[in-house]
C-alpha cells in the first residue's frame, strides 16, 4: 500500500431501503478519519464527496432491467462509472483509494476502478452475500447486488457499467457470512465465490479465516479490494446500520482482520484498494458506528499498538 491515502466520498443511498446512509462519509470524517490515518503512518488527502442525485428528484422504476426490479439503476450507474473513474485515476496517480460509502451499491464503482488495469481479487467483510440480482432480489435495493453486478451474473451478463472483467468468482471471499435470501444461497452453490460463515469463525478463529480468505482473493491476482459494511460486526458493537443482524463478529475481532490485512499487505504489498460502507448516523449513538469505522480503516491500512 501507498504511503499517500487519497480519501473518496460517494455519498449514496439510491440503493439501500432506508435513508441516512448517504449522510455516512460525513460522519466518518467528524470522527477523526485524517487523525486515525496519519496515526497509521499514512498521509492522507480527502478529494472530497461526489456528487449525487437526491432520491426525491428522480423516479426508482427509470431504465430498469430486462427482467426482475432494480431501484435507481440509472442513478447507480452513473455514479459507480464516476467512482470508477476517481479509483482508477488515485492509482494511476501513486496514491491509495480509500472510499466512504454510502450504501454497499457504490462498491461497483470501487472495483471496476480498482480492476481497470490489473488483475483482482475482493475480500467481503459483511453479513449478507451481495450476490442478488435484479430477478433474485426481493427489495429491488442495488446495494444487496454489487457482487453479481461486479461477477455478471444474471441479468448484469451484459452490463459494460457494472462488470469487473478482471475480477474471477474464485478470486472472491466473503467473511462473516450470516444472513442470505433462499435464491441468493442457491447462487453461491453454483458460484465459485468462497464464503467464511460465522461457524467458520467460531470454529476456527477470525485470524485463521482471514488469512484463507486472504489467500483466496490473492491467488493469481495483482491486487486486493477489501470492502468492508459495518453491519458486518454485531449490532452491539455497530448500531449505526440499516440492515443489522444479530451475531456477527466483535470489536476485538474486527480489529483483529483488518490488521492480517495489513500485515498480509506488509508482507506482499497486496491491498489494491479499501471501502467503507453501510454507516447510518440516523441510526447511529453518539457516532459510535462512525468512529468504529475510522478505527478500522486505520487498522487495516497499518495501525498498531507497538
Known amino acids: 500500500m501507498d504511503e499517500h491515502v487519497q480519501i473518496i466520498g460517494a455519498p449514496m443511498d439510491l440503493g439501500a431501503n432506508r435513508r441516512g446512509v448517504d449522510m455516512g462519509p460525513s460522519a466518518i470524517r467528524y470522527a477523526g478519519l485524517a487523525r486515525e490515518l496519519e496515526n497509521a503512518g499514512v498521509e492522507p488527502t480527502d478529494a472530497g464527496d461526489l456528487l449525487v442525485p ?18 435507481f439503476l440509472r442513478e447507480t450507474a452513473d455514479v459507480c462509472s464516476r467512482l470508477a473513474d476517481e479509483v ?10 480509500l472510499v466512504l460509502g454510502g450504501d454497499h451499491s457504490i462498491a461497483i464503482g ?48 451484459d452490463t459494460e457499467w457494472a462488470n469487473v472483467p478482471s475480477l474471477a468468482e474464485e478470486n472472491v471471499a466473503i467473511v ?33 479465516v482471514t488469512e484463507d480468505a486472504l489467500d483466496v482473493a490473492s491467488d493469481g491476482t495483482d491486487g486486493v479490494h477489501v470492502s468492508l459494511d459495518l ?27 483488518l490488521e492480517t490485512v495489513a500485515e498480509r499487505d506488509e508482507d506482499e504489498g ?19 458506528t462512525a468512529e468504529l469505522a475510522t478505527e478500522l480503516a486505520a487498522s487495516g491500512l497499518g495501525k498498531r499498538i507497538l
Open 54 to 71: 437526491r432520491a426525491e428528484e428522480r423516479d426508482p422504476d427509470t431504465d430498469q432491467p430486462s427482467e426482475g426490479n432494480a431501484k
Open 88 to 97: 482508477a485515476d488515485t492509482i494511476d496517480a501513486g496514491a491509495f483509494p
Open 110 to 157: 470501487t472495483m471496476r476502478g480498482a480492476g481497470r488495469d490489473a488483475d483482482i481479487g475482493a475480500i467481503w467483510f459483511d453479513a449478507h452475500g451481495d450476490l442478488n440480482t435484479p430477478v433474485t432480489s426481493p427489495s429491488g435495493n442495488v446495494h444487496g447486488m454489487p457482487l453479481a453486478a461486479a461477477l455478471g451474473i444474471g441479468d448484469f451478463a
Open 176 to 208: 462473516g457470512l450470516r444472513s442470505l435470501d433462499d435464491t441468493e444461497r442457491e447462487a453461491f452453490l453454483d458460484s465459485d465465490v468462497t464464503a467464511y460463515t460465522m461457524s467458520d469463525i467460531d470454529d476456527r478463529g477470525i485470524r485463521a
Open 231 to 257: 453491519d458486518w460486526l454485531d449490532p452491539k458493537e455497530a448500531p449505526g446500520v440499516g440492515t443489522p443482524v444479530r451475531g456477527g463478529v466483535s470489536y476485538r475481532e474486527a480489529h483483529s482482520a
Open 270 to 288: 497486496i491491498l489494491r484498494s479499501l471501502e467503507v460502507v453501510e454507516v447510518n448516523p440516523i441510526l447511529d449513538e453518539s457516532n459510535e
